[in-house]
């Protein structure tokens, strides 16, 4: 029979907290290790992967939306949990982060319905997993200033919630998550960047297995595209000399999930097409960045306009519409008066949708439909690209 706990009970247990420690994660051997938690912890499981992790899952998608207090209601995430971990037999370990969303004020403390949350989780994920060890962890800091995802206290009720569920005998203690700074997040301020998922995805190798990553053999140009759907073109492209990857510092990432700003996809045109130089800035919103200089080639050959007001907004992410109207421009792509897709109508990229279809440069997403508003990852841009361009995929061996 499940417990359930009064305020009185859990103030009483507060107030008692004591470290009760367990064998480290890497003298416990772990074998492959699951997660649950939300999108943070996907990226640390992805960042984990990226880097070359092999012990972990890599089906970690569905833990997004996964607050604490949603988990206690939500049906759908742990349906998306089930499949994960029937996809991954063998599960040894379970990396179990804490996710809270902002809350009124900067109380530090748990509240009582936390504790009948974490309680309620605990005995869910030992239905499903009962002889796997669970490692627990808070959810990591952001900047205040950038994000509010958590606002002022949720990382520390989270440690604090994290340190409970040692005490209760439930879990070791994991590790704390890095704090992510402006330069280790994407646009939206509060998730993890490739710099972002890096930090977290050593932390995972350091705490779990001891730093030990492979030895750094991949397939092709880059190390986290091996097995992608999209890899052929990304070698493709790569080869042609439209992308050298992601990183400044680590020539062997291609980031092939991140999602595509509108200054990338100016880089990427602008050397797929070998376009010239220009004299003139085009935008006020783009100076000293990193693209500017590939936005005004593209400025110059009508490929953009822009968002109005001079402003080009660089850091925007390309949706499946704005890029086809990229491609249709660049391309010089021919009208048709075919309709392919059901889900466009109306829309003021429909025209430039139906010439990258009529190209062969897009098929949609299946029975008769584009997703216009989906967001287009740097993997799909190599191939879109490299169809573009005719490009022939490349297979490593």
């Not at 569905?62 to 995430?77: P, Q, R, Y």
């Not at 002022?152 to 340190?163: N, T, Y």
């Amino acid at each position: 029979m499940r417990r359930s706990w009064s305020l009185m009970v859990v103030l009483a247990v507060m107030s008692s907290l004591v470290w009760i420690p367990g064998a480290s994660a890497a003298e416990a051997e772990v074998e492959l290790l699951g997660a649950w938690g939300c999108s943070q912890t996907d990226g640390a499981m992805t960042g984990y992967n990226e880097i070359g992790g092999t012990n972990a899952w890599t089906n970690t998608k569905g833990l997004g939306g996964g607050a604490l207090s949603n988990w206690v209601k939500d049906d759908v995430l742990w349906g998306k949990w089930d499949s994960m971990i029937a996809s991954n037999p063998g599960t040894t370990d379970i990396w179990w982060n804490i996710c809270l969303l902002s809350r009124s004020g900067a109380d530090p403390d748990p509240t009582p319905d936390d504790f009948v949350r974490l309680e309620t989780v605990y005995n869910e994920i030992r239905d499903r997993l009962p002889s796997a060890r669970l490692w627990v962890s808070p959810i990591n800091g952001f900047d205040p200033e950038n994000c509010s995802l958590s606002g002022p206290s949720a990382d520390i009720v989270s440690s604090k919630l994290a340190d409970w569920a040692v005490s209760q005998g439930w879990a070791q203690r994991g590790f704390d998550p890095v704090v992510l700074t402006p330069s280790m997040v994407i646009n939206d301020g509060c998730h993890p960047n490739e710099a972002g998922r890096a930090a977290f995805g050593q932390q995972i190798a350091d705490f779990f297995f001891d730093g030990d990553l492979p030895s750094g053999s991949f397939d092709g140009t880059f190390s986290d595209d091996d097995g992608n759907v999209h890899e052929g073109m990304i070698e493709a492209i790569a080869a042609a000399g439209i992308t050298s990857g992601c990183s400044a510092s680590d020539a062997t990432l291609f980031c092939p999930n991140d999602f595509v700003s509108r200054g990338q996809m100016a880089s990427f045109l602008a050397r797929a097409l070998e376009l010239p130089p220009s004299t003139t800035d085009f935008f006020v919103d783009d100076d000293g960045d990193t693209h500017e200089d590939n936005i005004n080639r593209i400025a110059a050959a009508n490929i953009t306009l822009g968002i109005g007001n001079n402003l080009y907004d660089p850091l925007g992410v390309v949706t499946r519409a704005q890029m086809a109207s990229f491609l249709a421009r660049a391309y010089n792509l021919d009208a048709t008066t075919v309709d392919f897709f059901t889900d466009d109508d109306g829309g003021i990229h429909e025209d430039n949708i139906n010439r990258i279809a009529a190209a062969n440069i897009t098929l949609g997403i299946g029975n008769n439909l584009y997703d216009p508003l989906g967001v287009v990852t740097r993997a799909q841009m190599a191939s879109f690209l490299g169809r573009a361009e005719g490009l022939a995929e490349i297979f490593p061996s």
